[in-house]
């Protein structure tokens, strides 16, 4: 039972709030020997720190990583690792309204339903920048991982915006990290820019759909029932901030498909078993199968804009709220980094599950 | 770490195979003092139990539970209540064939991949059959329910069968006891009784989606991050056989909305809070909110078909499969009872951590 | 939180009460591929079975174990195994007079007093009947032990009664299995035969002291903090029935010894580090260095004896009790096997741990 | 799964090595609206802070603790609090020794045979420094058992050291916090000082027995099987660096003890049931009676001595060591706040258990 803790055996409890002294990870059960500074977990920090573009929120934060144990000689030493991010631009004066006021759309009415108090400062443990933990924690998986399968890679990207959806036969995996959308589409990030320019200045914001490709998982990963891979996926992707749905491979669409359409066919390759498509999306009976794990979200847009709103006060007075702080036009974009780290944590998580288990034992094929 | 079992307070652990002596659920952590015999069971199994009409599969089982124990004269008494389902008619000659090649869409090559050993009858642990076990601990779930929230209710329906969707302006909750696909549609019904009527005969598959709406639910269930209430949610549908995408609220579609359609805003009334609209499904930053609580997924069609499809044996040999078995066109259909019983015993799992975290205490509003 | 549940990745969930159709144990996480079959755990049931001698209780149970799932054609699969016993010799008449009263030194009081409700047959789920289920588990643990590291053999063996302890000198393996005490020497034996004999005519009851040594365990298992190897056997042995202190190594007399008589002195030998001595019981820092592991523990002695005694009644009453029913005058002896069942558990779950933890990297020596 | 973590509710994860730049502990589950200042956990801390009298190591640290968040306003929010402590004072020159050399009886051996790494400076994460953050985490379980139950006192103490006890027929409450062993005997407390003063000059060192007692728990805490309050007690303090054993009550005595004697007699009193005695420790089944429970263990002595010890380097050679490092003479000192601390997060734990399980429903005596 730990509400603020993902994972069986690599385990990461974030804490923090957004305008406190400090948010930071505590990861317990890296293997030891796995290379491991600060640098290497910074590099996923910055990806996802605010304010770099016009369509994140101008909060200006180093959020410069400190590890604080787990490490020694620059090697992890299998003992848990603490990550702390000190939050230095609060600009606690911009929430004074919101101490009294529940902005629809938001945390702050069932934080205060559930506990009857609230740090309302930026959202406190609701707001986004709780993710910042979770993009560092999932460095730190990110190494253990390339250490243990070195061809695996992770990668997010932008697939959808506003009913916007790229188009897959321009896909592009080299584009991704050229537009401020992490999309492969370069067309559609040329799109989204002017639309979502428009949308910024207007006050508005927007949803989005998100997609997460693991390459190079070996089969094997998950088991039955509760502890299948795409269960462990779903629930990590449900838990970042503002997302609302979840799908693996064909997702939603599935409903759709017919046996005939749905079932990828098996064929014998030289290095096993190769598949005609991947309609599964990886994963088979909670369990992988060596094709790419495909995971997709939607993130919800923010609902800080600047529309008035009609709301209550926590004495129950009918009012209106107006959000000024400084947010994002589309969460969506910051997401995309938070992603690939949920999905590193997930993946290392089954390997050492996997590990435990079975000890390589493999059903050969051929 | 257990892969068998979810809940954090509630706990079920199910266990058994198709096509073993018997299955059932070992459920842990249920209230003391609550009534519940067999027949409080049964009603539930019933609803699930194959063979009922022509669109499930012909496998006729009587599902009959038997409670081993944690009941004294028809209460709980707090300590492990053991349920077992007898398998009964476990015709083990249709499955030969599956012994030695992998269907494609099933779990048959993953778990050799992982284990190096399966239990092909029936599909060992893969097969829905486990989900009886779900729907027996669902039931112990909604008569601790009953006996703590007594006015909640969770209703379970279809709301879609390969890409053709109920008219939601034909919803109507007394329709879903009256039709096979417990559809609130009774147009789709009559629809979807004939296109799957000639699917079946054809010996193909469909996919469908699913809802589940949680009526009653009372605010502030749930917590941050991993312990989201959506969270849960999202691993208990995901964790479903089949199950390739999960949605909360407006799910995907929030991809496509601006903040001012998503944000659903708040008014007072005489018992509390009222929303003038549903968007976030009864969740917001994972903690409910008193509105209905409305969970959809989708079920993939089911991969045994009496089409040939291109696969290979253990040996790693091209070769073909026609599934002979005993299936259903439709496993959405039986899906419906399964997603109410997971649904049921998370909200009582979140009720009893709820209770533990605040012992009740709420931020009173008015 | 499973408060009926231990082990981390070997979890073994027992389940029912004394006087109910049935007991068990649901184990997960039980490895694939490992031979089992009922005949090689009913032999470490049998050891546990009550009736045996006229030292432990005389009710009849045949304590047959079925087998229910999670292994196929002779070998486990990885899935959930359920483990169950029927209980046949119920005489639920013998206890009427308990259903009102509480015995002095029994669970009956805190039961009724936590749960408002008690299957007070037989003591319900506080009989150490229970520890049948647990005797099962410990023997799929032995079978998993037997495949990973052949060497190991676990043993228990009482070394006290009573006050009267055994003289190590006369230490011999292979006496334990020759007296009805589990004893490693005679002479103690033939003692305690006679004492025990006048005490159990005189319908009073008698404490014991049990010791379990594990001999070849691998180096490396455990972890520091509260995944402590000896932090697990702790728990394992004071969660036995009737257990009130449990000791690693030289235990409570560590608290007697300098540091220059406690630290074993280390050299080199063939295949690795040898010690001079073994205070520390085979534990060093929480993680085992490869000696011989060393637990004792205290049983105390039943409360249910022939001389009345001072209690109340359910309403208050001040009353007398005698307890009629079949009991042992030892409880001591029965613990033996199921100290080693739960000494099995606890050292495959970490073993599996450590797989999972470390893959078997090992900081070489010399 | 979590091998730095203890608790099922009020979960605490400590983190952090001796000399490294921090330690500290994640707590989580800790119930919304409790009073909490960084000077209600200084207080404890200050306790076991080391160098404050010429007994306990002369490392100098300031132990000051920060809380990171989790706090709103003075008041806890239920969110996760981080608790970190700076080192200030490694001397980092003192322990280069070590680094190639194993310490008899330290965990030097054993962390290098699990991870092939080990943070060998001040012991890294094996240091009894690590008790440091669980006395804060402690403090923290002390202000919510504040609030929850007011009058509940948690008060541990020496009752042995050496093989040197307490006379309990001169044990005075008020006596503990006057000497420098918190001990209740002022006669042991005198010749203690004696006795381990000459001990300290000869660069030796001594175990010790620790007993706490807490009084004003209500009945009702803990559960059967592997939940008992007594497993969750034995396992907290088995837990602490040096401990290797643990008595409840009677503790290994029990084993001497017949029926007659050891059964606690009951009797009606005005606010509930009264007992004659005390053997059980305040636990009977599990769980708790509402008299005082009563927990003892041993601490061994520390291995860090000024004799010289034979042992083994790195690479297998034979040699000798002496440890020069700042050491307690009496490590068992410095655990009585640290056992303090362990026992009030295991009561809140089952507190929060107790609330989730039964909601505070009791069975009615009288």
Known sequence: MSLNTYGHLFRVTTWGESHGPALGATVDGCPPGVPLNEADLQVWLDRRKPGQNKFTTQRQEADAV????GVFEGLTTG??????????????????DISEKFRPGHADITYWQKYGIRDYRGGGRSS???????????????????????????????????????????????????NPFWTPDAQAAAEWEEYLGALRKSGS????????????????????????????????????????GVEIGEGMAAARLTGEANADEIAMGPDGPVYASNHAGGILGGISTGQDIVVRFAVKPTSSILTPRKTITKSGEATEIVTKGRHDPCVGIRAVPVA??????????HLLLDRAQTGGTRGKIG
């Not at 991982?145 to 506003?162: C, F």
């Not at 690939?340 to 998580?349: F, G, H, P, S, T």
């Open 128 to 178: 986004a920048r709780e993710t910042a933990s979770r993009v560092a924690a999932g460095g730190v998986a990110r190494q253990a991982l390339g250490a243990l399968v070195p061809s695996m890679t992770i990668t997010g990207y932008m697939v959808g915006m506003g009913g916007k959806d790229i188009d897959r036969s321009r896909f592009d995996w080299d584009e991704i990290a050229r």
């Open 79 to 96: 003992t848990p690792i603490q990550l702390m991010i000190r939050n230095t631009d609060q600009r606690s004066k911009d929430y004074g």
């Open 340 to 349: 690939e780290a949920m999905a590193a944590a997930v993946i290392l998580d």
């Open 66 to 69: 400190e590890i604080l144990s």
């Open 205 to 244: 914001s927007i949803g989005a759909t998100i997609e997460v490709t693991i390459r190079g998982c070996p089969p094997g990963l998950g088991a039955p029932v509760y502890g299948k891979l795409d269960t462990g996926l779903a629930a990590a992707m449900m838990s970042i901030n503002a997302v609302k």
